[in-house]
């Protein structure tokens, strides 16, 4: 659904004027694994991001990085969404699926508190889930959310939830959804949850603590304190965890910095999986991408190798369609239009397209679009298409491209998990239109077993590949570097989710 | 001077008046709609639109900018669009590093540039003096955040004695934590700053030292010392602290760029954020208070001179003006 609009400060510009760090070789092996040994049970873990929370309510525009800090650390879910992508039970002991499949009921686990000391009940669960369909609510998944028909609460630990229609996502969309006191006030500065942590202290601008809550009902987290502290540029990030200011970067974007911490032995430069997809959109309702060939013919003119060797220097993937490799109908269909200018220029003569054609790219003005369409014009040379690039802001982008559909063809990366179902929806502002692909995406969601449902987005995602829907350049990598004294760390961050609760830190 | 103090308190609130109307004006000019930060893409046309409502977006212009006007006579900078938190508490406690940051920044300043300037002006004929001012036009040409880059890589990555940037999440409930955060920026200003300063006072007392009455002084029997003292110095305080009030002026404002390369949480770094997402209640009430900062600086300068030279007084005060 979220497509990042602004990367704020994210130029990271000119060199990074780091003066030689002792080179001694040889990176340290484990990544997120358990690292042997004792570890600080007290330790105070500092994390680098940034992304500062807007507010601290996730359905009040907190944004993206509430999510980061909060999710699973403060605030928990009925389930959880782990790193590697799978949805395991969290709050929910246990639920039942009715025959229909529209009825979901739900058993609580038992003896869970919220951070106030009031008894985590059934109540707490209806609020939570009316607080996220509420019409002020800006939750990202409020729109998959509105089967939900009617919530009951027959006792304290059951919960049922009557859908209007079938929906095979919901317990994966339940993983969303935070279990908040029902009686909590002024969720946007304080908090309510019943997670390994309680906030601490938050200072806008500058960094939001969180301590480990005593009370807390399952395994108590594996480090005292954590802190994340918010940068504007990754530069100042990088430089932090050069002076031990922080202990890992949850995610970072300057590739041209990964070198002195790969050379360093007191780092880990861990390559996780993104769902951050790089695409060149086209409008498939506009001359000439109303072309499947034309399509194809530009996806296989473009050595997408290339330009992520260019943009991140061997870091991130190839896809070849919208689907990362941690969502569950995940295949490998990067020999779909892959890179072949002589067959791109044989696909170009049949439909009509011998000489070439001019198009216009709209490319937002910040990191790596122009890079990128600046790499696509002259790939595109090659074969005769001449590209007209045209720099906009990301405001300019959503009212013109995303809003008004005014558009040829596009950059833009789409940063959510599972998000190949909007090439369901020919409303979307790409345009593609295959009623085959609308039915599919709608019988998976209506599919009564998560088998029957991966069975059919993989048709939708062979499909799609095959139509050159969109041209997918490259899944952005996900990159944690730490510290070399912590382990057990998230890797993927899936949908910018950073669960600190496991991480250990050697004194 | 009462009457003087009055009207320039009439000026001040006139000014201040005059620049909130500009600020609002222009603000709303800027292409881009706020509602586009509160949405996520996915949204519909009937959420935009319910987003414009709640913040207000939606409503003429003249009855946003009463509303506005309204909650500033009740000392309230309003509600920022995209956090939906008050902005005022952000601003005071953002207020806590830039103030100080400036201001320590602004003395340093003074104490390099003062005997620097003087002395490159007096010893003008010596290779320091002429090194001096060599350095000084040097230093103008610098860019604050490679300044600031610099002493990072040296001091802070390399040398490893102060920190590459951020303030203590406690702030000044760590005093030395807080202090040493703020060394290098302070230094990092006061040097571009000092800069420019050095050639105020250089020239101010080259000025002076070439002047009719110190040569009268010097002539009756003054010492240089006792000339200077009291009669050079004051007459070249004089532009020296309208220079100084500039500055001073144009640090705090200055200090967006420093508080980015320092990843510090001040007043700069949020009007930096707030552009980047148009949030207008929390660009106005940045802008608003820099604004007032810097008529008060420039009503104090005022005061400042016409206690140091005696003339301005006699001039001005009496309604010449």
């Known amino acids: 659904m979220s497509i990042k609009k602004t990367s704020l400060y994210g130029t990271a510009t000119a060199a990074t004027l780091v003066l030689a760090l002792t080179a001694c070789g040889g990176s340290g092996t484990g990544g997120g694994a358990t690292a042997g040994g004792s570890y600080d049970k007290n330790a105070t873990v500092n994390i680098g991001s940034l992304y500062e929370p807007q507010n601290l309510d996730n359905t009040a525009g907190g944004g993206q990085g509430v999510t980061e800090a909060l999710n699973g650390n403060v605030y928990e879910g009925l389930f959880k969404l782990t790193d590697d992508g799978k949805v395991e039970k969290l709050l929910a002991r246990d639920y039942k699926v009715s025959g229909d499949g529209l009825t979901y009921t739900f058993t609580l686990r038992d003896g869970v508190k919220f951070h106030s000391g009031k008894a985590f009940t059934s109540q707490d669960v209806k609020y939570s889930l009316q607080k996220v369909l509420a019409d002020d609510s800006q939750s990202a998944r409020k729109s998959n959310l509105e089967v939900v028909k009617d919530i009951a609460t027959p006792d304290a630990r059951t919960v049922k939830v009557t859908l209007s229609k079938k929906s095979i996502s919901f317990v994966y969309n339940l993983s969303y959804v935070w279990i908040i006191n029902s009686q909590a006030k002024n969720l946007k500065t304080t908090e309510d949850g019943t997670g390994p942590y309680k906030l601490d202290k938050w200072t806008r601008g500058s960094a939001l603590g969180l301590d480990r809550y005593a009370g807390y009902w399952g395994r108590a987290a ?25 202990d890992v970067v ?227 990598p996900q990159i944690v570097v730490a510290s070399s004294k912590l382990s057990d760390y998230p890797l993927n961050g899936l949908n910018s989710q950073f669960y600190a609760y496991d991480i250990k830190k050697k004194g | 001077m009462a009457r003087y103090l009055l009207r320039r308190l009439a000026f001040l609130v006139v000014s201040l008046a005059l620049a909130s109307v500009v600020l609002f004006v222009l603000l709303r000019l800027l292409p881009g709609d706020p509602a586009n930060a509160l949405t996520s893409v996915g949204a519909s046309p009937e959420q935009i639109a319910a987003a414009r409502h709640s913040i207000g977006s939606d409503r003429p212009l003249p009855e946003q900018f009463t509303h506005w006007l309204g909650q500033l006579a009740h000392g309230d900078l309003g509600t920022s669009f995209v956090s939906s938190l008050p902005v005022g508490p952000e601003v005071t406690s953002r207020l806590d590093v830039t103030v100080p940051l400036t201001l320590a920044a602004f003395v340093l300043a003074v104490l390099i540039a003062v005997p620097a300037g003087f002395v490159a002006a007096y010893k003008r004929r010596t290779w320091y003096g002429a090194l001096l001012s060599g350095v000084s036009q040097l230093g103008i040409a610098i860019p604050v955040f490679w300044l600031g880059m610099i002493l990072i890589a040296v001091f802070a990555l390399n040398a490893g004695w102060l920190p590459a940037g951020g303030f203590p999440p406690d702030g000044w409930s760590q005093p030395a934590e807080a202090v040493r955060s703020l060394v290098l920026p302070v230094v990092t200003i006061a040097l571009v700053m000092s800069a420019s300063l050095i050639r105020y006072v250089r020239s101010a007392t080259l000025d002076v030292l070439d002047s009719d009455y110190l040569r009268t002084a010097r002539a009756l029997g003054s010492s240089f010392g006792r000339a200077m003292w009291r009669h050079g110095l004051r007459n070249s305080s004089v532009p020296v602290i309208s220079v100084l009030a500039i500055e001073l002026a144009s640090t705090l404002l200055g200090a967006v760029v420093v508080e980015s390369v320092y990843a510090l949480p001040g007043l700069g770094s949020m009007l930096a954020t707030g552009i980047a997402q148009h949030d207008y209640p929390v660009i106005q009430a940045v802008l608003f208070v820099s604004t007032l900062a810097v008529l008060l600086i420039g009503f104090a300068a005022d005061l400042v001179q016409r206690i140091v030279d005696p003339r301005l007084r006699g001039r001005l005060s009496g309604g010449a003006r």
């Open chain 1, 250 to 476: 949850t995610s970072e974007q300057s590739p041209d910095a990964l070198d002195q911490f790969k050379s360093n032995q007191n780092y880990k430069v861990n390559d996780g999986n993104s769902t951050t997809k790089l695409l060149l959109a086209f409008n498939d309702k506009a001359k000439p991408f109303t072309d499947v060939k034309v399509r194809q013919a530009v996806s296989a003119a473009i050595d997408d190798k290339k330009l992520l060797e260019s943009v991140w220097a061997g870091y991130g993937k190839l896809i070849g369609s919208m689907v990362p490799p941690t969502d569950p109908w995940y295949e490998d269909l990067t020999k779909v239009n892959a890179y072949d200018p002589a067959h791109a220029k044989q696909l170009l003569a049949d439909a009509g397209y011998a000489k070439g054609f001019t198009f216009t790219l709209d490319t937002p003005n910040y990191d790596p679009h122009p890079t990128a369409a600046t790499f696509i014009k002259s790939q595109l040379a090659k074969v005769g298409i001449t590209v007209k690039i045209n720099t906009i802001t990301p405001d300019e982008w959503y009212t013109k491209v995303y809003k008004n559909h005014d558009f040829t063809a596009t950059l833009q990366e789409h940063v959510n998990d599972r998000d190949l179902v909007w090439y369901g929806n020919p409303d979307f502002y790409w345009g593609y239109d295959d009623k085959q692909v609308t039915q599919w995406v709608e019988q998976a969601e209506e599919a009564s077993t998560t088998a029957e449902q991966t069975a059919l987005l993989k048709k939708v995602n062979e499909k799609t590949a095959q139509d050159a829907a969109s041209d997918w350049l490259y899944l952005y």
């Open chain 1, 222 to 246: 594996g480090n005292q304190k954590v802190v994340f502290h918010y940068y504007k540029d990754a530069t100042a990030l990088n430089n932090a965890l050069l002076t031990n200011a922080v």
